[in-house]
């Protein structure tokens, strides 16, 4: 975890000029993404914050493009997540009577990983922008590791408000994802989360989102609505649902919304 701290902060570290060579315009693949903000395009005020995105596809394409300043770490730290993510979605998914993630289930669960380097620079006036405003993943699950400055909130239901997550030290936080409410037909709730800015601290975390691919049609399970539960969404095909997501700047869990059935 200190690895890929300490290479996050080595990446950000560099030279404008090569950090630009990763942009949207300039990068020689679309899975290494540097930027800003969450959507330029659809947001009033932007985010305080940079990034760094890695799309995992493959060991070579992952050697060959990503940026040496964090490669080795970056994949280290993907790989061991990965495992990690396996063994949670083990347990997760017991309780909704798949009794085996066979290679169709794991595929469906966590056939895709996105891992992304953000770094929240110094705010001069943190009242007016946020680091992250509030949404949930579209993930299956998310696991997220952050530095010690703090500033992460989570709010599980209307009762309880925002609640801060307090940043400890070697501890992971691992979120339920909209991938996975759909396809548990909303036995599981994805944590709805936002970061604010800071004014007198740098920040970074590092999640890693699991994911279905880009193909993959998601709905309920089969194992749920086999006992003749209803189904409470619908199946959508992954890429459509990520599109939705983008579309608009982050605005809580109104991208479930898209996935629902709706009642006539
Ligand atoms: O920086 C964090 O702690 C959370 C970032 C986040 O919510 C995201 O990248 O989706
Ligand atoms: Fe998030």
Same mark, same amino acid.
């Given at each position: 975890?200190?690895?890929?701290?300490?290479?996050?902060?080595?990446?950000?570290?560099?030279?404008? $000029?090569?950090?630009? &060579?990763?942009?949207?315009?300039?990068?020689?693949?679309?899975?290494?993404?540097?930027?800003?903000?969450?959507?330029?395009?659809?947001?009033?005020?932007?985010?305080?914050?940079?990034?760094?995105?890695?799309?995992?596809?493959?060991?070579? $394409?992952?050697?060959?493009?990503?940026?040496?300043?964090?490669?080795?770490?970056?994949? $280290?730290?993907?790989?061991?997540?990965?495992? %990690?993510? &396996?063994?949670?979605?083990?347990?997760?998914?017991?309780?909704?009577?798949?009794?085996?993630?066979?290679?169709?289930?794991?595929?469906?669960?966590?056939?895709?990983?996105?891992?992304?380097?953000?770094?929240?620079?110094?705010?001069?006036?943190?009242?007016?922008?946020?680091?992250?405003? @509030?949404?949930?993943?579209?993930?299956?699950?998310?696991?997220? %590791?952050?530095?010690?400055?703090?500033?992460?909130?989570?709010?599980?239901?209307?009762?309880?408000?925002?609640?801060?997550?307090?940043?400890?030290?070697?501890?992971?936080?691992?979120?339920?994802?909209?991938?996975?409410?759909?396809?548990?037909?909303?036995?599981?709730?994805?944590? $709805?989360?936002?970061?604010?800015?800071?004014?007198?601290?740098? @920040?970074?975390?590092?999640?890693?989102?699991?994911?279905?691919?880009?193909?993959?049609?998601?709905?309920? %399970?089969?194992?749920?609505?086999?006992?003749?539960? &209803?189904?409470?969404?619908?199946?959508? %095909?992954?890429?459509?649902?990520?599109?939705?997501?983008?579309?608009?700047?982050?605005?809580?869990?109104?991208?479930?919304?898209?996935?629902?059935?709706?009642?006539?």
């Amino acid at each position: 975890m200190e690895n890929v701290k300490d290479a996050t902060y080595r990446f950000f570290e560099l030279a404008a $000029e090569e950090k630009v &060579k990763y942009s949207k315009e300039n990068s020689a693949t679309k899975h290494v993404r540097y930027g800003s903000s969450f959507s330029l395009d659809a947001e009033k005020a932007s985010e305080w914050k940079d990034y760094l995105s890695l799309f995992y596809v493959s060991e070579d $394409e992952a050697l060959a493009t990503w940026p040496h300043a964090c490669r080795d770490e970056a994949f $280290e730290y993907m790989k061991k997540t990965k495992a %990690l993510a &396996k063994q949670v979605l083990n347990v997760l998914t017991k309780k909704l009577n798949v009794n085996e993630i066979d290679k169709t289930k794991e595929t469906l669960l966590m056939g895709s990983i996105k891992m992304n380097f953000n770094y929240y620079p110094i705010c001069p006036s943190p009242d007016l922008t946020v680091g992250v405003g @509030r949404h949930s993943d579209f993930s299956t699950l998310t696991i997220l %590791l952050q530095d010690k400055t703090g500033g992460l909130y989570i709010r599980p239901d209307n009762r309880h408000g925002w609640i801060h997550v307090s940043p400890i030290h070697g501890a992971l936080m691992i979120n339920i994802g909209d991938a996975l409410q759909i396809m548990s037909n909303g036995r599981y709730k994805s944590i $709805e989360h936002r970061v604010t800015a800071h004014g007198s601290k740098n @920040r970074i975390s590092v999640p890693v989102f699991v994911n279905p691919r880009l193909s993959d049609v998601i709905g309920p %399970l089969p194992q749920i609505l086999a006992s003749g539960e &209803k189904a409470k969404y619908k199946n959508v %095909l992954y890429s459509d649902y990520v599109k939705h997501f983008y579309w608009k700047p982050h605005d809580g869990k109104l991208t479930l919304q898209y996935a629902k059935i709706t009642p006539n």
